[in-house]
């Protein structure tokens, strides 16, 4: 399963870029997330790992594979129980002010969730696009606020 969902965000890319490879905002816009910490000392780089809660009660494990300061982070599942995942970030300029975020996703079920791998493009991408609608509001408020 591949996917893709990008949208422009009214803030500048290096505002963006922080917030979206800082992986504990998750759960300010990802839906069914509860929290996320980072298991591993800072700064974030490769080799850096996280662990993200759901609120299903699932943990899922992930890795950073590869980070451009700035400009993208790509994370992997290293341990978790629905969809081994590979996910990448990306953060353009579009002008001073304005930005557009890119999510890369390669997933592949894991069980049972094969079985429904027929449905899962259009089923995470109508989440995620609903998570990254969310993303473009809360760092479009965040901007507001500091202006």
Known sequence: MQVT?????????????????????????????????????PPVAVGSTCEQTLESGAIVVYVVTALTPGRSITIET????????????????LSE??????????????????????????????AIGSDYRRLKRVLETVEESDT
Do not use: C, K
């Open 97 to 126: 002010s304005t930005s557009r975020v890119r999510m890369d996703l390669t997933g592949h079920p894991r069980g049972w969730r094969r079985l429904t791998a027929p449905l899962l493009p259009r089923v995470v991408r109508g």
């Open 5 to 41: 969902v990008q949208t422009d965000i009214d803030a500048p890319a290096d505002v963006v870029f922080e917030y979206v490879a800082d992986l504990s905002n998750n759960p300010n816009w990802q839906s069914g997330v509860e929290t996320t910490t980072w298991t591993s000392p």
């Open 78 to 93: 290293q341990r978790g129980p629905a969809i081994q995942t590979t996910v990448t970030r990306t953060v353009q300029v």
